[in-house]
């Protein structure tokens, strides 16, 4: 077990948060908006300097996800994307890519293709991480996560408005990387601003005083959410409006796209 703790303590996603910055992180569909997109988009992510990055691995019955990525997951289906090709397209990756990669999907697909299977794939590319909506954190706990660990995966757990106190902190004994701190009870989709309610998570989480820091997801769009979020936060992760950017501006798009958040 210590050699397994070791494995994730020394991924790429520790060391990112080690660093004395914000996190800026990007999440996008794989196989959207062109089959063969993956790379280009991730080449072009780390040129802008975004500090991670979240894959979607697109599903066709989605629990978390607002409209613009149901449309992008649906899009991506059709354009033939799977996870077998997913791991095709990543294959030799880390020659090109240094920054922390995470894979955000549903569990149906990787108990499908093998949970062990899949997360030795991860390893083997280069994954530092995982982000699965619909795994709990007890099955977790009990079944999967010696095994994640056995990989150096980072599994990510999501907490929201409503989670209470004492499971934010069981969530936070079991997490090795940082906490997804999803900002309303709503899906994934862009916001132009945060009200007083989500100021006032913010600021109960962060009265915690947890073990992992956290990372805001969900209404991030543009720099002043982005500033909003990173408070008191240690980063923010933005989805839907990059995608809306991708479908406007393609990938040639997204230094611009990034030059507006900070």
């Known amino acids: 077990m210590a050699n397994q703790t070791n494995n994730i ?39 802008s300097g975004v500090d991670m990055v979240e894959i979607g691995l697109p599903f066709s019955d989605p629990l978390a ?7 992008s997951s649906a899009k991506a289906l059709q354009n033939g994307m799977t996870t077998v090709k997913l791991f095709g397209q990543l294959k030799g990756i880390r020659k090109k890519i240094h920054i922390p990669l ?5 569990f149906n697909p990787m108990m499908q293709y093998g949970v062990e299977r899949f997360c030795a794939q991860c390893a083997d590319t280069g994954i530092d991480g995982l982000i699965i909506p619909d795994l709990p954190v007890d099955v977790y706990e009990e ?34 990387g940082f906490i997804y701190m999803v900002s309303s009870a709503s899906v994934t989709g862009a916001k132009n601003t945060f ?13 915690l005083d947890l073990r992992n820091p956290q990372i805001v997801g969900f209404g991030i769009s543009n720099s002043e959410t982005y500033e909003t979020a990173t408070k008191l936060a240690k980063g923010a992760i933005i989805g839907s ?11 040639e798009g997204i230094p ?3 030059g507006t958040i900070r």
């Open 256 to 258: 611009e796209f990034i």
């Open 195 to 207: 009200g007083d309610v989500q100021k006032q998570y913010f600021e109960r989480v962060h009265r």
């Open 241 to 251: 409006a990059f995608i809306k950017s991708l479908t406007e501006k393609g990938v």
């Open 143 to 176: 079944q999967y996560r010696e095994l994640f660990e056995k990989y150096g995966l980072a599994n990510i757990f999501l907490i929201t408005p409503q989670t209470p106190d004492e499971r934010i902190r069981f969530i936070d004994s079991v997490s090795e």
């Open 65 to 71: 996800d607002g409209p613009t990525i149901q449309a």
């Open 102 to 106: 995470i894979l955000m999907g549903y």
């Open 9 to 47: 303590m020394t991924n790429r996603i520790h060391q990112k948060l080690q660093e004395d910055k914000k996190i800026l992180s990007i999440y996008f569909t794989a196989g959207y908006p062109n089959p063969e997109d993956t790379v280009p988009i991730l080449e072009k992510l780390q040129e």
